[in-house]
């Protein structure tokens, strides 16, 4: 299967743009799991049990299983995702950017260790160093765009020939890394002017939203300006707002409820 | 210590600016190692027992442990570099970028975890991205500004406000990125005229330079217009060109005699 097939196939099969950050930091966590010697994944699996039929994606951030030498239980959560959930997603954030033949190894880490159906990257670096991610038909390359992050506009802000940097990235993404079609940007939902520049200049490529919730971005701003004509094209994440609905014993109804109003939420609008 | 304290003595403690990048590829191993179940830190002990007198610094990039899953085998390296070579950098090769409590939490990896004395990162999603890495004044912020891959000009090369986007990264680094003196930028060897330019806005800065070796990059020209005025501020580095010097038995001593080699064109034209 392409990477479009599969993820107009993760929006068909229960109606839902809707992405869930998996962002476990074991200090958050609900007491009764944080005892356990694998509370990410215990927690991981009650989120992932608890929404799997309100998704379209789950978004494991690297980050926390890093710092938390999790590397194993970030590999039982997509294990346990591809049981409960086998239409969603698995992108992985790993926002990663290195020359060629170091690119290839991180294309090997998401695809082949992992078996993510997406990752993160960063373009700074340039094209040549997406070439290993791209060149994989079967998967999805995120490229960043214009991120959600306060300090987003200190350097994609800057003008280049009278557009700001992001517009060229996303023309690059439409005009010469997405020959096979696996191309998605990351376009924030705390900037929804900037979303709809970005959706003018790239009709047809699915955008990653991240900055609902937690961050301020507003839902009906979002699908106004950055979904594309078929009412599609964005999967919109949401992590700490979903994850964190609860801190007690019910935290994973919690996390439902949360997920569904979200995504109620976006069918409104669409 | 603070980070340009821990460099000097770096720098001082064998007169050398040479760092050995650490990048194991497993299919690339020497025969008698790669049959270990721990071949990676086999061959790392290896080289650095054979190099450690000759060095400033070691370079473990992310990608070759991510890709094999051996994070084990980073932390044991970095241990084995601890004890053989107490003066020399660690400079964790993982070209981070994140949000800001994300990008914590990578700091947390990078030099609670890793324990490493700097670690590289992207600079493409803002300042307040780097904020998390730049707050820790005794580790080493090692910011991608100019890169050595065939690609890199295709968005560092830019042109704003009549200037390349690179000499604006290098700008911000000099300017609002380095209160605590703990900023390297990545300026690669296969841009000599660039290097200059960099180093003309950025007098005091220490430059990170990969591509010499494999990659193409000429030592003089590296010195000459990447040196500072005191001749110092330069950590340039080797991987392939010295860890796969040789590939039979005596690879380690193959890999010290490149190791010296390069260092001893480094001194000659400095």
Redesign the interface.
């Known amino acids: 299967m392409t990477f479009p097939e599969r993820l107009n196939a993760a929006w068909d099969a229960h109606g839902s743009l809707l992405c869930v950050g998996l ?1 476990p ?1 074991v200090e958050r966590l609900p007491a009764a799991i944080a005892r356990s010697s694998h509370a990410i994944l215990d927690f991981n699996k009650a989120i992932v049990d608890a929404t799997h039929d309100l998704v379209c994606a789950y978004k494991p ?1 690297f ?2 299983y ?2 938390a ?1 999790a ?1 194993d239980q970030l590999l039982a959560t997509i294990e346990h995702i591809r049981g409960v959930a086998p239409d969603a997603l698995v992108i992985l ?1 790993a ?6 033949n ?2 290839a ?2 294309a ?2 998401a695809f ?2 992992y078996g993510a159906d997406a990752v993160t990257v ?8 997406l070439k290993p991610f791209l060149d994989r038909a079967d998967r999805g390359v995120v490229v ?1 765009c214009r ?10 802000g ?4 009278g557009r700001p ?1 992001y517009l ?2 996303a023309e ?1 993404a439409a005009r010469e890394w997405n020959a096979n079609g696996n191309v998605m940007l990351v376009v924030g939902a705390t900037a929804p002017d900037e979303l709809a520049e970005v959706r003018a200049l790239c009709p047809g490529i699915p955008f990653l939203v991240p900055g609902v919730g937690a961050q301020g971005g507003d839902v009906e701003q979002v699908i106004s300006k950055g979904a594309r004509a078929d009412g599609l094209g964005l999967v919109i994440n949401s992590s700490r707002g979903i994850i964190y609905a609860g801190g007690g014993k019910d935290f994973a109804q919690k996390a439902r409820d949360a997920a569904q109003e979200l995504k109620d939420t976006i069918n409104r609008y669409r």
């Open positions: 962002d930091v951030q980050a926390c890093g710092s030498a590397e954030d926002k990663r950017g290195d020359i060629g170091t690119a190894m991180y090997a880490e082949e260790r960063n373009p700074y670096m340039g094209g040549d160093t960043l991120t959600s992050n306060p300090g987003a506009a200190q350097l994609q800057l003008p280049v020939d940097l060229h990235v690059l």
